[in-house]
């Protein structure tokens, strides 16, 4: 079973930044298409960002296309998730998440971090 650790997280102000990062444990991280995902209280966990194997590919919500960039270091094991131009509205618990296929959804997503709170002030 692959574990995740989030981690970055924390209190910015609206036009800030924050860099999330993600280790996960295996030899097998590279095989996983991996996703971010956010959760605002009383909400429903939403997409946020994917990343296919290879680092070659992303895809982003609208809510933050322009703003948050999806990256991966294979040999570390580790996926990044950059924010700029942080808004009140990006305030939410960010997960983590590994699949074994490229999608969106999710239920689709097998393996999941604890999650870290980031929190945007006006």
């Known amino acids: 079973q692959v574990q995740l650790v989030e981690s970055g997280g924390g209190l910015v102000q609206a036009g800030g930044s924050l860099r999330l990062s993600c280790a996960a444990s295996g030899r097998t991280f590279s095989q996983n298409i991996m996703g971010w995902f956010r959760q605002a209280p009383g909400k429903e966990r939403v997409f946020v960002a994917i990343?296919?194997?290879?680092?070659?590919?992303?895809g982003y919500a609208d809510s933050v296309k322009g703003r948050f960039t999806v990256s991966r270091d294979n040999a570390k094991n580790t996926v990044y998730l950059q924010m700029n131009s942080l808004q009140p509205e990006d305030t939410a618990v960010y997960y983590c998440?590994?699949?074994?296929?490229?999608?969106?959804?999710?239920?689709?997503?097998?393996?999941w971090g604890q999650g870290t709170q980031v929190t945007v002030s006006s």
């Open positions: 990343v296919n194997r290879s680092g070659t590919v992303t």
């Open positions: 998440a590994a699949s074994r296929i490229y999608r969106n959804a999710p239920s689709q997503y097998a393996y």
